[in-house]
């Protein structure tokens, strides 16, 4: 039988979402402050965590963004690898960045760059979640044979 | 390789299909003569591909490539029609014609590739597909191992042609064939060029099949027929005489490049015959002999003169012209009758008539009569070596190899379709449908169309000669008829060829003896005890170093980090310094006890648990040491990875604790060898952070990217724009790391999983 730990199943989701938010926003402020989609993509690993340890390593695979952490990182890689591809329209060499309009709030622009720090961010949470969940779904499986 | 029993399944692809799958060859061929119509040679092809690097994709049709190539397509189109018909009702069909298809691509490349590393590229491909082809029926562990021999054999030959190539492009420093003909031989003999020439004969060797790399060569016949026809006697195993023959420009005066050439083309002409002679299988009766004639052929690319280079290319064209459709006759023999064992063959031709008439016109070419091309060739090999100093044992080997090339025709020819041993086993032969006797009909009469009309062949062959050769003009005695001193060679060639005909059983039986105690030293035995050696020495370097103990790890790179970094600082002890003495600030001298905080007190703890919360202090000791050092960056990432590694951590350690299975730390209090280390290990770093610290700092690269990040990138955080900008590249490289290291893993996990709690399998009651 599982042991449920009632703090920190009341806690973990608006943790789950206060910790995903702050990633998203250190991944949208790292051109111009610390941050950036390898730390965001840290943070958002934590929160994924934070929700195996709470609910299950299943539980927390199916909350990821496409509903697997290999699913995820495949399409990270994709994403910035394809915002690479613009540049060839404009007879640029791969990966020169293509800067659009201001959002119009904390200095944002949209941008090539934008898409490629999105992938780095997508392809770390989904990486190392997909690390922790295994090595936790192993654990799990250990003490359930005990 | 007899084809499985023609079971007609749902995969087995439609008479259409079939059809569809020949296009690929014609096409090409239809391309190839429409270029040779109407573009005049040497065309010149470029595309630019990484400029920075000098990398252009260069291709150049001369003279030698039009040949290679007519014989690529041309004896493709006959090939891929066989296939057709041979494997018809396979269920693997399809993948033959795929592979077919990507290996004709694939020679296409090579032969006409004008850059070293572009002719590397096809070459490996060649390799590969080769490998895929000899092991098209992997069910038999037979094909298997040819597989896989073929591939070691040509796939390292072809790592010794890839460093023979890089030493040659970067001493030339030019990667253009065509320009380091021109410029190879003004330039001085120097090591390194002679290792890149010593290399790429390797390469050119394993490739063709050359002593002591032959043995591979009759292994591959473990191929389907038309494969073996394709791969294995017109195109892939003349691209080693193909690249010796292309650089022969730029070493032939190399008194190396010449004498090795003749001697190991002697060298393989002579062994090839006389393994030949101990075979009963007709396949490999005629792999031997393909490892004679390609001894020939290198021993006349190392000849000098003209006439051994017209040579050389009519040998390739005549060799493909008669050698193909006598594969092709194997395979119907097989398919018709069965078998392939001479001994079981005999008085065919009442049972095979096209084929045995396929067989005779081969046979006539490759016997060297006249009226076939092969004796139109004799004429200019005699002729060349009559105005080469040709050395006498390539003389004799030459002869021999004429006379058993004479026997070898006899057999494949004769012997099975018209003697009649007595043992005839197969009664019940019958003949091929049209598919499989068009192609060795038409490729046989070609050579003897060639042979009654040989200024056909003129134009081509001079165009070859010319790019084998440094002068800009030659002059080819016109290819004829003629009937000079050529028949006083051939009748002594004929004549010691009949004899070793007739008496080809006692002979048989008379060099199974003397080869039975050769294969016991011989290459292939070598071969066999190299790969049984592969695993053993893999084994126990594995388990002497992977033996699973983290301390012993931990000891091990520790002791190699401070041996590599302390011989360097000794080393260059007197041009380093230390740097000024200077107070740390107090937020950096605060970091700096917590770490050694954390150090010292790791050392008094036995608990897991709490020794993982010490770990996790020494790292946000060393993030605060960042955080005063003015790296918030890197101080963040190292915050948040501490923290996830002591959560994900401290989950495992909790569990496995209440599993009751949390052992403490027990190790000794002292361990004098780790305390060595340690302490060697620390000191080397302490000193190194000094020295480093010492150096004059060289701001060039961090001005430059704090003084384009805003106004090139539009982002103030220059980490994150060297990042997703400036090198981009490299993230997106990093990323893609940690996907597929992720992709790699999950299977160990998965596995690791099922390891403690096997997949739910639906229960079967005993």
């Known amino acids: 039988m599982k042991a449920r730990v009632v703090m920190l199943e009341a806690a973990a989701k608006p943790l789950y979402w206060v910790i995903l938010a702050a990633s998203i926003v250190v991944l949208l402020r790292g051109h111009n402050e610390p941050g950036g989609g390898f730390i965001g993509g840290l943070m958002a690993v934590a929160a994924t ?24 990182a495949v399409c990270g890689v994709a994403a910035a690898a394809l915002s690479g591809v ?4 404009f007879g640029e060499p791969f990966l020169t960045h293509l800067w659009g309009a201001s959002l119009g709030f904390a200095e944002l622009k949209l941008s090539t760059v934008m898409v490629f720090d999105l992938g780095v961010f997508m392809a770390v949470w989904g990486a190392l979640a997909g ?16 | 390789m007899a084809p499985p029993a023609t079971t007609h399944s749902a995969h087995a692809m439609s008479l259409g299909a079939r059809t569809l799958a020949v296009l690929p060859p014609v096409v090409a061929l239809a391309a190839v003569l429409w270029v040779l119509a109407t573009q005049a040679l040497p065309l010149d092809l470029v595309w630019s591909w990484a400029p920075s690097l000098g990398l252009d994709l260069a291709f150049r049709i001369d003279g030698l490539a039009a ?41 296409i490349g090579c032969v006409t590739a004008d850059h070293l590393l572009v002719l590397f590229m096809f070459w490996e491909a060649t390799s590969l597909t080769s490998f895929l082809l000899v092991g098209y029926f992997h069910t038999t562990a037979a094909a298997r191992k040819a597989a896989q021999q073929a591939l070691l054999v040509t796939g390292s030959g072809g790592l010794a042609l890839l460093a023979g190539l890089i030493v040659l492009g970067q001493v030339a420093g030019n990667w253009r064939i065509s320009e380091l003909v021109a410029i190879v031989p003004t330039l001085p003999h120097t090591p390194a060029l002679t290792t890149a020439l010593v290399l790429i004969m390797i390469g050119a060797f394993t490739k063709s099949a050359q002593f002591p790399f032959h043995f591979w060569l009759p292994n591959a016949m473990a191929a389907p027929t038309p494969v073996s026809a394709y791969l294995h006697s017109a195109t892939m195993v003349k691209l080693g005489v193909y690249l010796l023959a292309r650089l022969d420009p730029a070493f032939g005066e190399w008194a190396l490049w010449e004498w090795t050439l003749k001697l190991v083309g002697s060298l393989t002409a002579a062994w090839g015959m006389v393994l030949a002679l101990r075979e009963r299988d007709l396949k490999r009766i005629l792999a031997w002999s393909t490892v004679a004639t390609l001894g020939t052929l290198v021993m006349l690319v190392g000849l000098r003169g003209e006439g051994a280079a017209a040579a050389v290319g009519a040998l390739l064209l005549a060799h493909g012209l008669y050698k193909a459709p006598l594969f092709f006759v194997a395979g119907n023999i097989d398919h018709g009758a069965g078998t392939r064992v001479i001994d079981r063959l005999g008085g ?36 060349a070596k009559n105005t080469a100093d040709i050395f006498t044992f390539a003389q004799i080997a030459n002869t021999a190899f004429g006379a058993v090339a004479v026997a070898v025709a006899g057999v494949a020819a004769v012997r099975v379709f018209w003697r009649h041993p007595g043992i005839n086993e197969s009664c019940e032969a019958h003949e091929c449908g049209p598919a499989l006797v068009g192609p060795p009909l038409v490729l046989a009469l070609l050579g003897i169309g060639l042979g009654l009309f040989p200024f056909f062949a003129q134009d081509l062959i001079v165009a070859a000669t010319v790019s084998m050769i440094p002068a800009d003009e030659f002059e080819l005695a016109r290819l004829s ?56 020495v893999a084994a126990s ?67 897991r648990l709490v020794l993982l919360l010490i770990v996790g202090l020494i790292g946000y000791g060393s993030a605060l040491i960042f955080v005063f050092a003015g790296a918030p960056d890197v101080a963040f990432t190292q915050f948040t990875v501490e923290t996830v590694f002591v959560i994900v951590a401290a989950s495992v350690l909790l569990k496995l604790k209440r599993m009751g299975r949390a052992r403490s730390v027990r190790e ?45 990138a539009f982002g103030r955080n220059v980490v994150n724009v060297v990042l997703v900008d400036f090198r981009a590249l490299d993230t997106l490289g990093e990323i893609a790391v940690v996907m597929l290291s992720l992709l790699a893993a999950m299977t160990l996990l998965s596995a690791a999983r099922d390891h403690v709690r096997p997949r739910k399998a639906p229960r079967s009651k005993p």
Do not use: C
């Open chain 1, 49 to 72: 965590i934070l929700w195996a340890v709470v609910h299950g390593p299943a539980a927390a695979q199916k909350r990821l963004p496409m509903g697997s952490a290999r699913r995820l």
């Open chain 2, 668 to 712: 000794p209090w002292l361990r004098p060898g780790a305390m060595a280390m340690s302490i060697a290990f620390g000191a080397v770093t302490a000193a190194l952070v000094l020295v480093v610290a010492a150096l004059p700092f060289d701001p060039a690269l961090s001005d430059y990217f704090g003084r384009v990040s805003v106004p090139e």
């Open chain 2, 481 to 536: 008829l003629s009937l000079g001193p050529v028949l006083g060679s051939l009748a002594v060639t004929l004549g010691i060829g009949a004899l070793i005909y007739a008496f080809w059983d006692p002979l048989h039986q008379r060099l199974e003896s003397i080869a039975l105690g050769i294969g016991r030293v011989g290459m292939a035995s070598q071969y066999e005890h190299a790969l049984a050696m592969l695993p053993r």
């Open chain 1, 131 to 146: 690390y922790a969940l295994g090595l936790i779904e192993v654990d799990l499986a250990q003490a359930d044979e005990q």
């Open chain 2, 67 to 107: 040949l290679m190539l007519l014989m690529i397509t041309g004896i493709g189109v006959a090939v891929f029609v066989y296939a057709a018909g041979y494997l018809a009702g396979d269920p693997n069909q399809k993948r033959l014609f795929v592979l077919l298809t990507l290996f004709m691509l694939a020679m």
């Open chain 2, 348 to 383: 065919l031709r009442k049972q095979m008539p096209w084929t045995a008439a396929a067989a005779l016109l081969a046979g006539v070419s490759m016997a060297g009569l006249p009226l076939s091309f092969g004796y139109i060739v004799k004429d200019v090999i005699l002729d």
């Open chain 2, 541 to 607: 370097v594995t388990r002497s170093l992977q033996h699973g103990r983290l301390p012993g790890y931990v000891l091990l790179a520790g002791t190699a980090v401070t041996a590599l970094i302390g011989a360097a600082l000794i080393g260059a002890a007197d041009t380093l310094a230390l740097p000024a003495w200077q107070w740390p600030g107090l937020g950096l001298a605060g970091a700096a006890a917590l770490t050694a905080l954390g150090a010292l007190l790791a050392l008094t703890v036995s608990d």
């Open chain 1, 86 to 89: 613009p540049a060839f329209v």
